[in-house]
């Protein structure tokens, strides 16, 4: 069986690719096959319109969600907004509610697109590699079900797993796997920097002025030097004090998954906040087997992407209550 055809995220998936294509040509050529409507720059248009035609809608129905609870009788100034209806408000806030109507909607569209090229894929790599890594080593897969039944216990199932940040942070070990698998196939592999002024690096090299430089984040988790001997193993322990049991703060110089700097990852406790929410909600209902032979690969791209996918077969962990 297939997945449903979801139109815009397909033409999410041709607008990520246009960011790898307009790297590997010359400026004119993809500008000028975009003013023509040709090629890869033609498909791109025409997702373009298909996506923000469903933000708009997603937009419109919050507009209206959001004057219906200020018309309220009952609105008892209950702020408790979803990340979409907060960013209207805000956005209005800022921008006083005549200029919202002639330059907020496309802020709000354009803000939702970057939070969807920075949070959507990057996770859902994470998790691919995240699955395969955890059940191709199964003592770390008992370790995770056995720290999830000491931190919710049985009834954790029925409560939709976490029910507070508390119980999120006792799971060190799963965070441990989370940073380990990030070490190993960081979701953004690779960052293309470039100087502004010519300067010289930590090391001694010299950098000239306008020069790109690839950090590559893939290299920076496999490095001897950095990790110990051990660095090909994938090994969640390494995230863990022996002393206090809790997660080691490692900077971020030298984890770079998330980069470091001004820069850096601002999503990254809610991408913790969601790898460890999903990955113990599947974990402890279903044993993920890869299937036997199954190319796993990296796919060289701007995200970690598997080659041909993760294979799986997904068992029921409590046959008995289905
Ligand atoms: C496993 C998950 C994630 C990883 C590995 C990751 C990694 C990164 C990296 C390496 C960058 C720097 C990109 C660059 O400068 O070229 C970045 C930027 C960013 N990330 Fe994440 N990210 C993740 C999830 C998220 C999530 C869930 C959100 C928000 C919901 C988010 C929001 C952002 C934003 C807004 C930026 C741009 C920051 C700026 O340019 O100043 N990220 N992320």
């Given at each position: 069986?297939?997945?449903?055809?979801?139109?815009?995220?397909?033409?999410?998936?041709?607008?990520?690719?246009?960011?790898?294509?307009?790297?590997?040509?010359?400026?004119?050529?993809?500008?000028?096959?975009?003013?023509?409507?040709?090629g890869?720059?033609?498909?791109?248009?025409?997702?373009?319109?298909?996506?923000?035609?469903?933000?708009?809608?997603?937009?419109?129905?919050?507009?209206?969600?959001?004057?219906?609870?200020?018309?309220?009788?009952?609105?008892?100034?209950?702020?408790?907004?979803?990340?979409?209806?907060k960013?209207?408000?805000?956005?209005?806030?800022?921008?006083?509610?005549?200029?919202?109507?002639?330059?907020?909607?496309?802020?709000?569209?354009?803000?939702?697109?970057?939070?969807?090229?920075?949070?959507?894929?990057?996770?859902?790599?994470?998790l691919?590699w995240?699955?395969?890594?955890?059940?191709?080593?199964p003592?770390?897969?008992?370790?995770?079900?056995?720290?999830?039944?000491?931190?919710?216990?049985?009834?954790?199932?029925?409560?939709?797993?976490?029910?507070?940040?508390?119980?999120?942070?006792?799971?060190?070990?799963?965070?441990?796997?989370?940073?380990?698998?990030?070490?190993?196939?960081?979701?953004?592999?690779?960052?293309?920097?470039?100087?502004?002024?010519?300067?010289?690096?930590?090391?001694?090299?010299?950098?000239?002025?306008?020069?790109?430089?690839?950090?590559?984040?893939y290299?920076?988790?496999?490095?001897?030097?950095?990790?110990?001997?051990?660095?090909?193993?994938?090994?969640p322990?390494?995230?863990?004090?022996?002393?206090?049991?809790?997660?080691?703060?490692?900077?971020?110089?030298?984890?770079?998954?998330?980069?470091?700097?001004?820069?850096?990852?601002?999503?990254?406790?809610?991408?913790?906040m969601?790898?460890?929410n999903?990955?113990?909600?599947?974990?402890?209902?279903?044993?993920?087997?890869?299937?036997?032979?199954?190319?796993?690969?990296p796919?060289?791209?701007?995200?970690?992407?598997?080659?041909?996918?993760?294979?799986?077969?997904?068992?029921?962990?409590?046959?008995?209550?289905?």
């Amino acid at each position: 069986t297939s997945f449903p055809r979801v139109p815009c995220a397909e033409a999410f998936d041709v607008i990520e690719e246009a960011i790898v294509y307009r790297h590997c040509v010359p400026p004119w050529v993809w500008k000028l096959q975009r003013w023509l409507h040709v090629g890869w720059e033609g498909k791109t248009v025409k997702a373009e319109e298909c996506l923000n035609a469903f933000l708009e809608e997603r937009i419109r129905v919050k507009m209206v969600e959001k004057q219906a609870k200020e018309s309220s009788l009952n609105d008892d100034g209950d702020d408790n907004y979803d990340l979409l209806m907060k960013l209207i408000v805000e956005t209005e806030r800022l921008m006083g509610a005549a200029c919202y109507s002639s330059k907020g909607e496309k802020f709000v569209r354009e803000t939702v697109v970057s939070l969807m090229v920075a949070g959507r894929d990057t996770i859902a790599v994470a998790l691919s590699w995240f699955f395969w890594l955890v059940t191709t080593n199964p003592g770390v897969e008992e370790k995770i079900l056995e720290e999830l039944l000491c931190t919710i216990g049985e009834s954790g199932e029925e409560q939709g797993i976490f029910s507070s940040i508390e119980e999120l942070n006792k799971m060190v070990y799963l965070h441990g796997a989370i940073s380990e698998t990030l070490r190993l196939y960081p979701s953004v592999p690779n960052e293309p920097k470039q100087s502004m002024e010519a300067d010289v690096l930590p090391s001694g090299h010299a950098v000239g002025k306008n020069t790109r430089i690839l950090v590559s984040i893939y290299s920076m988790g496999r490095m001897e030097e950095v990790w110990g001997k051990d660095w090909m193993e994938f090994k969640p322990e390494r995230w863990i004090s022996e002393r206090t049991k809790c997660t080691i703060h490692v900077p971020s110089y030298k984890f770079a998954a998330f980069l470091a700097g001004p820069r850096s990852c601002p999503g990254r406790k809610i991408a913790f906040m969601q790898l460890k929410n999903i990955a113990s909600c599947v974990l402890r209902r279903y044993k993920i087997v890869v299937v036997d032979d199954h190319p796993v690969l990296p796919l060289p791209s701007i995200m970690m992407f598997m080659k041909y996918g993760l294979k799986v077969r997904v068992l029921s962990r409590k046959p008995e209550n289905k």
